[in-house]
């Protein structure tokens, strides 16, 4: 018999709560019962969250950034197995990236390595952004300033795949906004000629 928490391997060997454990024993029954069992036995994830915006819950996956890739391949089908599981929850998936902080004068000098691109904030940020409408695609990005310095992010999506995402647009706002304190909004623009 599988251990139940055989999806799940958190940093520092810490141990999953119940609904992490959920999830997991969730994925362990997918790669036995599901022909997505070859791609699923290399698998796991760090860490889940569940999220209640405006009466609704969704669930937030976070993967390991070496099997982002391996996911993103089954991803389409796993989102619509594990949303018939847990009710109609929505379900996104995302590359657990790490943010250094920014080095100041103090701290220059006690970090020899610097500091790469794909740890600064803004990429981090824009990285869980495409993590978060895949497979839709973004053409496009237009950021309001308002006067009071507040900023607006317009995100342009992939007009092709509309019908697919459309409904879960709001989702994907009040994720974006949760993880990140960003106001974000979806647009599907009709492409440039």
């Given at each position: 018999?599988?251990?139940?928490?055989?999806?799940?391997?958190?940093?520092?060997?810490?141990?999953?709560?119940?609904?992490?454990?959920?999830?997991?024993q969730?994925?362990?029954?997918?790669?036995?019962?599901?022909?997505?069992?070859?791609?699923?036995?290399?698998?796991?994830?760090?860490?889940?969250?569940?999220?209640?915006?405006?009466?609704?819950?969704?669930?937030?996956?976070?993967?390991?950034?070496?099997?982002?890739?391996?996911?993103?391949?089954?991803?389409?089908?796993?989102?619509?197995?594990?949303?018939?599981?847990?009710?109609?929850?929505?379900?996104?998936?995302?590359?657990?990236?790490?943010?250094?902080?920014?080095?100041?004068?103090?701290?220059?000098?006690?970090?020899?390595?610097k500091?790469?691109?794909?740890?600064?904030?803004?990429?981090?940020?824009?990285?869980?952004?495409?993590?978060?409408?895949?497979?839709?695609?973004?053409?496009?990005?237009?950021?309001?300033?308002?006067?009071?310095?507040?900023?607006?992010?317009k995100?342009?999506l992939?007009?092709?795949?509309?019908?697919?995402?459309?409904?879960?647009?709001?989702?994907?706002?009040?994720?974006y906004?949760?993880?990140?304190?960003?106001?974000?909004?979806?647009?599907?623009?009709?492409?440039?000629?």
């Amino acid at each position: 018999v599988l251990k139940m928490s055989t999806k799940i391997i958190k940093p520092n060997a810490a141990e999953a709560d119940t609904f992490e454990t959920s999830i997991s024993q969730a994925l362990v029954e997918l790669e036995t019962n599901s022909d997505l069992k070859a791609q699923l036995r290399e698998l796991y994830i760090t860490k889940a969250k569940e999220i209640e915006l405006h009466n609704k819950k969704s669930i937030i996956i976070y993967v390991p950034m070496p099997k982002l890739k391996a996911f993103q391949k089954i991803q389409i089908r796993l989102v619509r197995e594990l949303e018939k599981k847990f009710s109609g929850k929505h379900v996104v998936f995302i590359g657990d990236r790490k943010i250094l902080p920014k080095p100041s004068h103090k701290t220059r000098v006690a970090n020899k390595q610097k500091r790469p691109r794909s740890r600064t904030l803004t990429s981090v940020y824009d990285a869980i952004l495409e993590d978060l409408v895949f497979p839709a695609e973004i053409v496009g990005k237009r950021i309001r300033v308002k006067l009071d310095g507040s900023q607006l992010i317009k995100v342009h999506l992939d007009k092709n795949q509309q019908t697919t995402i459309e409904h879960k647009v709001d989702t994907f706002q009040s994720v974006y906004k949760k993880l990140t304190g960003r106001e974000v909004t979806f647009e599907f623009p009709e492409p440039y000629l």
